[in-house]
């Protein structure tokens, strides 16, 4: 069984700080990764994806992937209340990039 | 980005009935969709894959019976869940993508309430 582990949260982090998301997986084939980002009973929308170890950076957004330890991180600068949502991390295992395995997600609270 | 439609956003239907979903890519052919559902505080399960002009394939679990796909054109495919009951309630998600290496793009989802 392909898993693919994030804790559920709420991470509470205050405006302006950095916030840190954490996503595991477990099968050392997957081939790339994707951050979403879902507001209550909406749709999630792709923040952002990357498939090479090391750092990919779009504007606030850092995603960072460790292959040997099968982890993959985002990282928020500058948090603002509008990114508070739940963050997915989701994992491509066959090949077919839009064919994704989801976590369950992190609550993020960006507080005042 | 490509747009996907999903329609309708919300239906509430009486058990035992059968309810549709559409999901339409607007401006891209779509060879591949996706059917994902959605309980209250979980992921996104996937429930089924469709290529345009073949069968849909079901991830282990899934009634195929019960949740019948049908992607008949490269900008259509769709839902339908029949005989719905309570347990059916959830929020169901389409993706469609151009291409077996492409990014999928999401609809709005679908809120379905059976009472």
């Known amino acids: 069984q392909k898993e693919v582990e994030q804790n559920s949260g709420p991470l509470s982090v205050p405006e302006g700080a950095i916030a840190s998301l954490n996503c595991t997986y477990s099968d050392r084939g997957s081939q790339s990764f994707f951050w979403y980002r879902q507001y209550s009973g909406k749709s999630p929308e792709l923040i952002m994806f990357?498939?090479?170890?090391g750092d990919k950076e779009d504007g606030r957004f850092t995603a960072q992937l460790n292959k040997a330890s099968q982890y993959v991180s985002l990282l928020i600068r500058d948090s603002q209340p509008s990114d508070s949502a739940t963050y997915l991390c989701?994992?491509?295992?066959?090949?077919?990039?839009?064919?994704?395995?989801f976590g369950t997600g992190t609550r993020l609270q960006v507080t005042l | 980005g490509a747009v996907v439609s999903q329609h309708p956003s919300r239906v509430i239907c009486k058990s035992g009935t059968s309810v549709k979903i559409e999901c339409r890519s607007l401006d891209f052919q779509a060879t591949t969709m996706f059917w994902y559902r959605q309980f209250p505080k979980q992921s996104l399960m996937l429930m089924a894959t469709?290529?345009?002009?073949?069968?849909?394939?079901?991830e282990q679990g899934v009634e195929k019976d019960k949740f019948l796909i049908n992607h008949a054109s490269l900008t259509l495919s769709t839902l339908t869940v029949t005989s719905a009951h309570p347990e059916d309630s959830s929020f169901y998600i389409c993706s469609a993508s151009a291409g077996r290496s492409t990014e999928a793009f999401f609809g709005q989802g679908t809120r379905l309430t059976v009472v």
């Open positions: 469709s290529n345009e002009g073949s069968k849909a394939t079901y």
């Open positions: 989701a994992v491509n295992y066959d090949g077919t990039a839009s064919k994704l395995t």
């Open positions: 990357i498939y090479s170890n």
